[in-house]
């Protein structure tokens, strides 16, 4: 008899879980990521008579930056890109998130009815870049977020207007967030950037070159108008009892504690490389190493926009359609657009250098402050460690649910440690989309004219 007292038979519990049926598709270039990247290159690709599939792991598309909504940033722009990708045929898979490759030229995606295979040609790696996260004493108070992140919220509803807001960290990202904010009625308190004046000067003088970043920088100064900003700060412990009530700055030589609701605080962007990786794709410096075609060092696997370094959305969308042109076997096509991706990449070199990391960074993190979040882990814990693999064998560093996507930029930057390869799944995905996974990566096929 069951617990209900009625006599239905009790569920075969030694019975193992039905396994969904895996859905096959195929395609000549499948892009992962809808972003600026990857919708520039399914456009090229299938205008160009290939037949294309999109995969993103979101609800929409649009990426990071324009998030499914045509209030977001780039408006004209990214209402342009939109049409362009509903005439261009290309077929677009929302929610489905890319998850290993369990045999050459295969991808394994979970979507929302199960797992998919889908067999391509060739491939666009197209995944963007999240916020970089350094951790200091307090940054897992409630009220402590990034400042995209804190922006998306808003953008979605979240109620700031009225609450004091502090932004801090590094890139160009702060006024993009702190202005967003302010629209939302939020009292941007302050703005700390931790780069020095001297490097921004040298950034701005380079906005010369793009008239178009010139206007958008100077738009967003006017709109902040009152905001006070203040460069060569940094944040070094943030303060609450049951959430975030203050956070005291640094400039080095002077401290002091601003009151506010929210601190929206992130270090720049850190490039998603876990798929590229997983395929076998060097990695150099963190970023992905592609050729002028934006092939990488495994024949036909192309890469996009931000793992091949931060640009922003421009550059990605350059980078995309030459992408999606060679990946549709249209060299000739792509060639056409080099100019065009120059300019950008100059930017992005610029990008790098004036919001590069200052060293004294590494002091804001205490023995005691809790480095990965999801295990609970501190400094003091993993500084015994040497290298990534033993942090995680022996302190758990890295095991929870972000698998390390927040802890191991982190790590990387506080101790110097080398970037290690990736595993499937490179999401947390259900068991049922892992049945038939293999063990082993497949063999890739290094690319015989190499990346520079
Ligand atoms: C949180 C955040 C907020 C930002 N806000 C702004 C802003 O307000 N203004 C601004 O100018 N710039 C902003 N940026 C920067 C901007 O997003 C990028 O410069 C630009 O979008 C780069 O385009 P991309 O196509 O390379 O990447 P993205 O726009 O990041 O697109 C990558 C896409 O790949 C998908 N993806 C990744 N991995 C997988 C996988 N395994 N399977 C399936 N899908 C996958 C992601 O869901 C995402 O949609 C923001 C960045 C971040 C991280």
Known sequence: MTESGNNAAAPDVSAPPAVPETRRMDCDVLVVGAGPAGLAAACAAAESGARVVVLD??????????????????????????????????????????????????????????????????????????????????????????????????????????????????????????????????????????????????????????????LQGLSLGSGLWGAPYRAGAWPVRAQGADRLESVTLTTGARSWTEPCDYLACAFHLEPNLELPLLLGCRVEEDRVRVDSFQETSVVGVFCAGEPTGIGGADCALAEGEIAGLAAAERRDQAKALFGRRAAWTRFRDSLRVAFA???????ITTPETIVCRCEDVTRRDMESQDHWRAAKLQARCGMGACQGRVCGAAARFLFGWEREGTRPPVFPASVGSLAGLPHTNPTVRPNPQGCP
Not at 357 to 363: F, G, K, M, S, V
């Open 57 to 214: 792991q979101s609800p929409w598309a649009g990426g990071q930056i324009w998030r499914g909504e045509e209030s977001a940033p780039g408006g004209s722009q990214q209402r342009a890109w939109r049409r362009r990708f509903r005439e261009s045929g290309a077929r677009l898979c929302l929610r489905t998130t890319a998850l290993a490759a369990p045999r050459r030229n295969v991808l394994l995606a979970e979507a929302p009815d199960g797992p998919l295979e889908i067999d391509w040609r060739s491939l666009v790696l197209a995944t963007g870049a999240r916020e970089l996260f350094l951790p200091f004493p307090g940054w897992t108070l409630p009220g402590v977020l990034g400042p995209g992140g804190l922006h998306a919220m808003a953008r979605s509803g979240w109620p700031v207007a009225g609450r004091k807001v502090v932004v801090a960290g590094s890139g160009p990202l702060l006024l993009a967030a702190a202005h967003g904010l302010k629209a939302h009625g939020a009292r941007i308190r302050l703005i700390a950037e931790q780069a020095p004046w001297r490097r921004l000067l040298g950034f701005g003088a380079s906005l010369g070159r793009h008239p178009g970043k010139l």
């Open 357 to 363: 990391l200052r060293p004294e960074l590494r002091l």
